[in-house]
């Protein structure tokens, strides 16, 4: 899948800081926006890279701004965690694993955040 990553963005900067996290990759269009870690580390990560590729889909799926308001929606419908886009982008983040004990679920845990964007924290042990 052909998409962009722009490192130290503006945009998951602003996130971050309203969100008080040390990390976010934040998904608009075919861009993954990063604040608080780097290209490389974002790309080791298996299941955080399927996750926010998940979201990219979405947005080919239904369209830049049609997705963005589908998102809003069923954000404010069910909740950020129960937004049935990061239900299905947290199924693709986890593909990649066979085996999930409770320790390795909570270690490639992808959290998404209470914005009304497709903007997604990774807690650090
Ligand atoms: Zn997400």
Redesign the pocket.
């Known amino acids: 899948m052909h998409f962009e990553i722009v490192e130290r963005s503006l945009l998951a900067r602003i996130a971050r800081i309203v969100l008080k996290s040390t990390n976010v990759a934040m998904?608009l269009g075919k861009t993954v926006h990063l604040s608080g870690v780097d290209k490389d580390t974002f790309l080791n990560d298996e299941g955080w890279v399927a996750?926010?590729l998940?979201?990219i889909r979405q947005f080919q799926e239904h369209g830049y701004f049609r997705f963005l308001w589908l998102y809003l929606q069923e954000s404010m419908r069910v909740g950020y965690y129960n937004n049935k886009?990061?239900v299905e982008?947290?199924v693709a983040g986890m593909k990649h694993r066979k085996l999930i004990n409770p320790s390795h679920k909570a270690a490639v845990a992808?959290t998404?955040s209470d914005l009304p964007l497709?903007?997604?924290k990774k807690e650090r042990k």
Do not use: S
């Open positions: 998904v996750h926010e998940c979201h886009y990061e982008a947290r992808v998404p497709p903007a997604d």
